[in-house]
């Protein structure tokens, strides 16, 4: 049996994939860049993508020990207040190597609920500590299915450590969710970038 091999010549000279090959194009829509800002939106949600994708990088408290966290609109942004229901769970390990988890977190999960979906809690404002980290949205434009959401993400944690959140859920409407926002617990967002990319 022969192995192809490729080089870096070889891959510059494809100009398109077999017609049996398929892939999701990522295509950036939007950039919000934080600067001591209350909250980060994003209203260019609609139709045209099946998939949504949040990147947050960098994203750095004014405030330490702030839970990080999203809500859904149907009006375009006047109100996030979708009812959601969510499961999160978090792995934790500390810069002593004095402690370790693995652990369900009842108290950041929702039951349908309007209150704001935690991303990750207690994020440290030290100068070199932030969260970074990704959530999916699925069908955000259906006027007949829930809009489930999937996320996870890294987080210095204020005490020193690493703390990385993960969890899903779902927006309990049939409306199409148009918007989206981001903020934290208390005080501002002191910097940080969010990118939206719609996936087809």
């Not at 440290?124 to 949205?137: A, F």
Request: proline share 2%; net charge negative; aromatic share 12%.
């Amino acid at each position: 049996m022969a192995i192809n091999l490729a080089n870096n010549n070889s891959l510059a000279s494809i100009t398109a994939l077999p017609a049996s090959v398929s892939g999701g194009a990522m295509t950036l829509i939007s950039t919000a860049t934080a600067s001591s800002s209350a909250t980060l939106s994003f209203t260019d949600i609609d139709d045209t993508y099946d998939e949504y994708v949040f990147k947050f990088i960098n994203i750095h408290p004014a405030t330490d020990a702030q839970t990080f966290q999203f809500n859904l609109s149907t009006d375009g942004g006047s109100n996030y207040n979708v009812t959601k229901t969510s499961t999160w769970f978090q792995s934790f390990h500390n810069e002593a190597d004095s402690a370790a988890s693995l652990s369900y977190e009842n108290g950041y999960d929702l039951a349908q609920s309007t209150s704001d979906q935690p991303i990750v809690y207690q994020v440290g404002n030290g100068n070199d500590e932030q969260v970074s980290g990704m959530i999916q949205l699925f069908n955000p434009a259906s006027t007949t299915f829930v809009k489930h959401f999937i996320g996870r993400c890294s987080s210095y944690y204020y005490t020193n450590g690493n703390l990385c959140g993960h969890f899903a859920g779902y927006g309990n409407t049939t409306s199409a969710v148009n918007a989206v926002i981001f903020k934290m617990s208390s005080g501002n967002i002191d910097s940080g970038v969010i990118k939206l990319y719609g996936i087809s």
